[in-house]
């Protein structure tokens, strides 16, 4: 009985720490919700007032894509998986934020907390072109390392994409040695 009373007051702690996470973004304190928020305030996007809108989260409000779609996704590691649309109808870029890299492994006795290694910006579209002829396209498509590395935009930005971001801010969700 002590074990199960130790997990339900660790239970409301989080729920507390919930409650206060949901003032501020508005919605479930899920990680994919707190990505978004985070999106909004570290880039220059403006999300849509409906969590449920298919294909993406908002736009691009400044900058060289100005106007364009983005649907932002959060993956607490990195093992080169991604959810790809098959049917977009939009011209749509993935802002795709990970942890740690991690091949893929089980997770059990892992940790998961929420944190930020890379950020990678993908136009969906062009993606889903160069691989539907030689990966299986689904919510956890193989995508290479070779195209995680051209689409990187932090903490490296390695192919020069004109993105607009506010380092100073994305620095404090820095993973910081966190998994176990």
């Known amino acids: 009985m ?8 660790l239970i409301n702690q989080r729920n507390e720490i919930d409650h206060k996470i949901v003032k501020y973004i508005e919605w479930p304190a899920e990680k994919g919700h707190i990505a ?12 849509n007032g409906n969590s449920n809108q298919p294909e ?34 939009n011209d749509v870029y993935l802002l795709v934020f990970t942890g740690p890299y991690e091949t893929a492994q089980s997770s059990r006795d892992k940790d998961r907390p929420f944190c930020i290694s890379n950020i990678y910006l993908f136009n969906e579209n062009e993606l889903y ?15 290479k390392k ?5 689409n990187e935009i932090y903490p490296n930005n390695k192919e020069n994409l004109d993105i607009e971001l506010n380092r100073e801010a994305i620095e404090l969700f820095r993973c910081k040695n966190t998994l176990s």
Do not use: C
């Open 2 to 9: 002590e074990q199960i009373e130790e997990f339900s007051q």
């Open 36 to 47: 978004e928020w985070i999106a909004s305030k570290v880039f220059p996007i403006e999300l």
């Open 56 to 89: 993406y989260d908002g736009r691009f409000n400044s900058g060289s894509l100005k106007g364009k779609l983005v649907d932002i996704k959060y993956h607490a590691v990195n093992n080169h998986l991604l959810n790809i649309n098959n049917k977009l109808t």
């Open 129 to 143: 072109m160069e691989l539907k002829d030689k990966v299986k396209i689904s919510v956890a498509t193989s995508v």
């Open 146 to 150: 070779k195209y995680w590395d051209e």
